[in-house]
């Protein structure tokens, strides 16, 4: 049985689909993720969120990163496997879309019943008064103090920063809060080293709960808040496929592996999208 067959045929047999994606998802619209084939880190690991609470330093290289790259971020667009989800969806065959990614294409896609497990970049949050406003009005007000990074450019980075050749971020401006004046600005989303909100983890389960089955598409749940979901459907018995380049950490928990692009694999789904095309899958016991 070739991918496309078999990862059809699961979804046949499973109507009250939840999903969980992740960076894989999203490669296909030009932004980078963090792991190998293997699941190790291909680059260096996110800022954490103790170290941008507790240093100025590094908020100013963080923000200087991210001012330069929010166009790129801003400007993507749903790639195949987002709207081969979306489509799904509206065909009443999937229940809920958790993803662990922060960039809103599945949304941008026509994909509604998600939960945005990490937060959405498209919004800064007051650490002090919780206040909540637009990117792209704090990206005006970056851009306003600190015209020397406007016509820097970088290599495009998994967060929607760029890569920026230099150490020294000191001449950096990072507005404050308008409407305390004194709280700390981050993106509202979970930082690497931070907690999901205890109800967004409870949604999310209370959703997997109510599934027939789990299908995991581009993570290799390295990490602890994407893998628990995987661990939760195994001990509930509920069947488990995954479409992920190289390795996962729920490999041994899995019924079926479809190792390819997931923006690949989903577009050559049956429909209009065109032709069934072969791609390798291992059926796993």
Not at 53 to 58: R, Y
Not at 69 to 82: I, S
């Amino acid at each position: 049985m070739d991918a496309v067959t078999a990862l059809q045929d699961f979804l046949e047999r499973h109507p009250r689909l939840f999903v969980l994606t992740g960076a894989g998802c999203s490669t296909g619209s030009g932004i980078p993720d963090y792991r190998d084939d293997a699941g190790e880190w291909k680059r260096k690991p996110p800022v954490r969120h103790q170290e941008f609470v507790g240093d100025g330093k590094v908020r100013a290289r963080y923000w200087a990163r991210s001012m330069v790259g929010w166009t790129h971020m801003r400007n993507a667009q749903p790639n195949a496997a987002h709207r081969a989800l979306a489509a799904i969806e509206r065909q009443g065959r999937l229940q809920t879309l958790l993803t662990q990614n922060v960039d809103g294409l599945h949304q941008k896609a026509g994909s509604r019943a998600v939960i945005d497990l990490h937060g959405r970049i498209a919004q800064v949050v007051c650490l002090a008064c919780a206040e909540r406003s637009e990117r792209e009005h704090f990206q005006q007000r970056l851009l306003a103090l600190n015209p020397q990074y406007a016509d820097l450019a970088g290599a495009h980075a998994p967060d929607g920063d760029a890569d920026l050749e230099r150490s020294d971020f000191s001449d950096f401006v990072v507005p404050g809060c308008e409407a305390c004046d004194v709280g700390v600005l981050k993106p509202d989303v979970v930082f690497f080293g931070a907690n999901v909100p205890p109800g967004r983890v409870t949604q999310s389960m209370e959703a997997l709960d109510a599934a027939d089955a789990l299908l995991i598409v581009g993570s290799s749940l390295m990490v602890w808040s994407g893998y628990r979901f995987a661990a939760r459907a195994a001990e509930r018995g509920l069947p488990i496929a995954a479409i992920n380049r190289g390795r996962t950490r729920a490999d041994s928990l899995l019924g079926l592996k479809v190792e390819a692009d997931c923006a690949e694999i989903l577009g050559r789904l049956p429909g209009p999208d065109g032709d069934v095309e072969s791609s390798r899958v291992a059926s796993c016991s």
